[in-house]
């Protein structure tokens, strides 16, 4: 899948960094849309979801370096989900169960997926720990809100 990936940037004459590049300024077009067509939180979930999806895509080779455990990493993008999710408006019960389908899903996808992934059930069982908290850190700024307004 690699090699074919390859060819299709040397047929169009990029390499991975203009691949990507060209990747991030599509996504941040499709932000910039949503927000001006749709409610801006649910655009900011939206564009959080998509953006963890074209993290997962990235070949390991191309995937930057992030240090330290990514049990870490995959805990603090889920809890960002979850959180914005809920601040969208999404329900406790329905952030909760898209997210372990997202989570457990995205999994799949990386064992299955020729990028040079593996799916990895730890990671999964980091990401619903990461809803969790930002499930939490939703509830405590919903109640802190409306004490304080």
Known sequence: MIQSLESILAYLGLNWYQAIAAA???VAF?????VVHIHWQRAAAIAWSIAIF??????T????DVGGSDKNVHTIIF?????????AGLSERRTLAWGVAY????EVYQAVMPIG???????????VIGLLIGLLLARLLATF????S
Do not use: E, N, T
């Not at 809890?79 to 601040?87: D, E, I, T, V």
């Not at 990895?120 to 990401?127: E, H, N, P, V």
């Open 103 to 106: 989570a457990v899903l995205s």
């Open 24 to 26: 991030v300024v599509s």
């Open 54 to 59: 074209a993290g997962l895509s990235l070949p």
């Open 61 to 64: 080779d191309v995937a930057p």
């Open 145 to 148: 809100s409306r004490k304080f």
């Open 79 to 87: 809890a960002g989900f979850a959180f914005l999710w809920r601040w």
């Open 30 to 34: 499709l932000i910039m849309w949503l």
């Open 117 to 127: 992934r593996s799916g990895d059930w730890q990671d999964a069982l980091a990401d």
